[in-house]
């Protein structure tokens, strides 16, 4: 795809999901897509250290977690202005992900992602047992949510919220994309491929990768500030593994190292589920059942096939 299409391709995404609100009749699946758009921002960060840098990463969903709670914490017990608190949690999401990231980054592979599954178990622990500050299984209710009845925008009506995060995962999409055409970008792209040539070579790889991770853990810490006040209420259980596990999902079915995958996957993971809930007590295993073929017959993901199918047309065409 040239860089025109390519151009052309974004614009036409991004007019139709501007549009997207209009089109829709019912109200519960405006609510599922703004759930996706948080999930695309997630999933952006996912990207950053799984499909460009090579390292599994499964503790996305607990550095959700840190956001989500930290803008909560802030906005009810420190009295902090809702834009301050969301601003402010990806940067205390970026702490704990340095404290986290470099021993984690000492080892490769399998390892690393059974050292980031132990981490994520720790987060939820913690969230689930520290009653004085997190309330525990009950969660924090009452989370405010951004703008005022009588301001310009009402970020309590639903659609408007929409357009909210509609606007903030463009941005932090475009800063993916960003990242991954500079140098940094493709320093992580060598390391992908070859991380012992790229260190050869004298660059320390460590610092790119811990540059990876941290960007990573303040995508997801601004998807969960952003998700804690959309739903006004949180608890331990919607940052555990299994939501670590569909922001891999996410990036692996949508297209790993592309920058439309994450978006693609998101809006996947979320989706699907609904769709299959009139399977009843056969839902999750039709959707394991989805995810597996996926992953085996889409190795590349959605984007991956799709750009395959669009060359061969191309070639027929000529």
């Known amino acids: 795809m040239t860089r025109n299409r390519t151009t052309l391709f974004y614009a036409l995404a991004?007019?139709?999901?501007?549009?997207l609100p209009q089109l829709i009749t019912v109200k519960y699946y405006l609510h599922l897509s703004?759930?996706?758009?948080?999930?695309?921002?997630?999933?952006?960060?996912?990207?950053?250290?799984?499909?460009?840098?090579?390292y599994v990463s499964i503790v996305q969903a607990g550095f959700m977690g840190i956001g989500a709670y930290s803008t909560a914490?802030?906005?009810?017990?420190?009295?902090?202005?809702?834009?301050?608190s969301i601003a402010l949690a990806p940067v205390i999401t970026a702490f704990f992900a340095l404290l986290t990231g470099y021993p984690s980054l000492r080892v490769k592979g399998h390892y690393f992602a059974i050292v980031t599954l132990a981490f994520n178990m720790v987060i939820f622990i913690v969230l689930m047992n520290f009653h004085q500050l997190t309330q525990g299984e009950a969660?924090?209710?009452?989370?405010?949510?951004?703008?005022?009845?009588?301001?310009?925008?009402?970020?309590?009506?639903?659609?408007?919220?929409?357009?909210?995060?509609?606007v903030i995962a463009t941005l932090m999409t475009g800063l993916a994309a960003l990242i991954?055409?500079?140098?940094?970008?493709?320093?992580?792209?060598?390391?992908?491929?070859?991380?012992?040539?790229?260190?050869?070579?004298?660059?320390?790889?460590?610092k790119y990768k811990l540059f990876a991770f941290v960007t990573s853990a303040m995508f997801g810490g601004l998807a969960g500030a952003i998700y804690a006040h959309y739903q006004s209420f949180i608890?331990?259980?919607?940052?555990?593994?299994?939501?670590s596990l569909d922001a891999i999902l996410a990036v692996i079915i949508g297209g790993s190292g592309t920058i439309a995958g994450p978006v693609i996957g998101a809006f996947f993971v979320v989706l699907l589920p609904?769709?299959?809930?009139?399977?009843?007590?056969?839902?999750?295993?039709?959707?394991g059942l989805i995810l597996v073929l996926a992953t085996i017959?889409?190795?590349r993901g959605i984007v991956g096939v799709t750009g395959d199918l669009l060359a061969r047309l191309g070639k027929r065409g000529k």
């Open 34 to 54: 703004v759930l996706a758009l948080v999930w695309v921002i997630a999933a952006q960060g996912q990207n950053l250290i799984q499909g460009y840098t090579g």
């Open 180 to 206: 991954v055409r500079s140098r940094i970008g493709q320093t992580l792209v060598a390391i992908r491929q070859n991380e012992d040539l790229v260190g050869a070579i004298g660059i320390a790889a460590w």
């Open 297 to 299: 017959f889409m190795p």
């Open 139 to 166: 969660g924090i209710t009452g989370i405010p949510k951004p703008g005022s009845k009588d301001g310009l925008f009402n970020f309590r009506d639903r659609e408007t919220y929409y357009y909210l995060v509609l």
């Open 14 to 19: 991004l007019l139709g999901f501007i549009l």
């Open 235 to 243: 608890n331990p259980e919607i940052f555990g593994v299994a939501q």
């Open 73 to 84: 914490l802030m906005g009810l017990h420190f009295d902090m202005p809702v834009w301050l």
């Open 274 to 287: 609904e769709y299959l809930r009139f399977a009843d007590s056969f839902r999750l295993i039709l959707y």
